[in-house]
């Protein structure tokens, strides 16, 4: 499920700020990064369910890696976890309402933080 006009996607930001207001939010970069590319995920377990909320990005300037790079990000996704398959997005897949609203709610207040620092080009 794509987050369309969440605002996000028109953002680019420094990596560190953006780790911070992200991690806030329990959407944690962890491992899911290569030099050009972050990805931002939060999990959800529902009723034997994994879920999990993603905002991804690249790098429009600088390394992500060294930890010196300015993120565009993109349109925000919810995805089911299939083991050992992987996320789906599709949209074939059911999305609970109320994880649906509490995503939608945590976009929005990223949205409104990051917002306070983003670039303007």
Not at 18 to 26: I, R
Not at 53 to 66: F, I, K, M, N, T
Not at 106 to 119: D, G, Q, R
Request: glycine content about 8%.
């Amino acid at each position: 499920m794509r987050f369309e006009d969440t605002g996000l996607e028109q953002l680019q930001a420094e990596i560190n700020r953006l780790d911070e207001v992200m991690q806030e939010h329990g959407l944690i970069r962890a491992e899911q990064w290569d030099y050009e590319r972050v990805n931002y995920d939060r999990k959800f377990e529902i009723n034997n369910d994994v879920y999990y909320l993603r905002v991804q990005g690249y790098a429009v300037e600088g390394d992500v890696g060294a930890h010196r790079a300015i993120i565009q990000l993109i349109v925000p996704l919810l995805g089911k976890h299939y083991y050992p398959h992987g996320l789906e997005y599709g949209e074939g897949e059911y999305f609970p309402p109320d994880l649906v609203r509490k995503c939608e709610e945590i976009l929005t207040s990223v949205t409104k933080e990051v917002e306070a620092f983003a670039l303007h080009r």
